[in-house]
């Protein structure tokens, strides 16, 4: 299509200006609706913190660079061109006791770049702060002996992070979230090989000062569901296997429905490692094996590091 030629801009006064505004449109629904990546999404060894003591520290950092390369609307592609993103976290979690249950009430920082390049280049950039995310873990079953473990993970997002509605893309989304996920980790044959059953369900807010004209912004809920296996090669190595699954959070404009439903599936694989007392890190390379809206992340690579104290 010519509307997709690299010189394209969202303000083009050219010929193709409305088509151009017609991707910026879904583009800027997209990463509203998703953000720089799915919050919720688990590591195939978080459940499996049950196993700490109380009065544990957790202070982590994670990395994910991603890149985006098509477009799809109702499961066809319509448009090409990276939406790539690099984005860091700070988390600070402490394993505490609450009613005979172990928590760990924990905050998480984002903070990143998120930017259009080749023929999604109109797209400019946004650099900055993400929204504020608190949490917390509660596990209502765990043995450390026999390796089960179930919790549910209440999270709230607050709107901390950097709007700007005139901006096509940005880190912060200008409303509040919520969401509630459940977890089940057990072994398989073997303490060595786990799976980790996770499912949960993001609430939107509203984000009532959308776009340039301030429109509002509203969105159905969204669900994904999580599968990871682990084997635990030595005491201190492992390696994971993982896939999700999203489905929901269609978007609506002033009420009019954008008929943008999420139907994702994702894979992911990697490996942990425990390279000194108390220090750990994790390397994670994913894709989008199906999309039927929104972007498709051809390369995600997630990192993380964490110490306890």
């Not at 600070?92 to 998120?114: K, M, N, S, T």
């Not at 504020?132 to 709107?159: C, D, K, M, Q």
Request: overall charge negative; charged content about 15%.
């Amino acid at each position: 299509m010519m509307a997709m030629e690299r010189s394209a801009n969202c303000a083009t006064g050219s010929v193709w200006a409305s088509g151009i505004r017609a991707i910026c449109l879904i583009v800027a629904l997209v990463l509203s609706q998703h953000g720089t990546a799915f919050a919720l999404d688990s590591d195939a060894d978080d459940y499996s913190a049950g196993a700490l003591p109380t009065g544990t520290n957790l202070a982590a950092a994670y990395y994910q660079f991603a890149t985006r390369d098509t477009l799809y609307a109702n499961g066809n592609a319509t448009a090409g061109g990276n939406l790539d993103s690099s984005v860091g976290i700070l988390r600070y979690a402490r394993f505490v006791e609450i009613g005979g249950f172990l928590a760990d009430p924990q905050f998480l920082l984002p903070f990143g770049h998120l930017y259009g390049t080749d023929t999604m280049s109109g797209l400019g950039s946004s650099a900055g702060i993400g929204d504020l995310i608190l949490a917390s873990t509660v596990w209502l079953y765990r043995n450390i002996e026999s390796g089960y473990y179930f919790g549910v993970t209440p999270i709230v997002y607050i709107p901390t992070g950097d709007y700007n509605p005139r901006n096509k893309v940005n880190l912060g989304e200008n409303r509040w979230k919520g969401g509630l996920q459940a977890g089940y980790v057990m072994p398989i044959f073997t303490k060595d090989l786990t799976l980790q059953l996770t499912a949960d369900v993001t609430f939107y807010g509203d984000n009532t000062d959308y776009g340039l004209y301030g429109q509002n912004l509203s969105q159905a809920p969204l669900a994904q569901f999580q599968a990871w296996l682990k084997y635990s090669v030595t005491k201190d190595f492992d390696v994971r296997l993982g896939a999700s699954y999203f489905i929901g959070g269609e978007t609506k404009v002033d009420g009019i429905s954008n008929n943008d439903e999420t139907r994702t599936t994702n894979i992911r694989i990697g490996f942990a490692y425990n390279f000194a007392p108390s220090w750990n890190i994790m390397a994670v390379y994913g894709r989008d094996v199906a999309v039927e809206n929104g972007f498709s992340e051809a390369n995600r690579v997630n990192l993380r590091m964490y110490t306890l104290f």
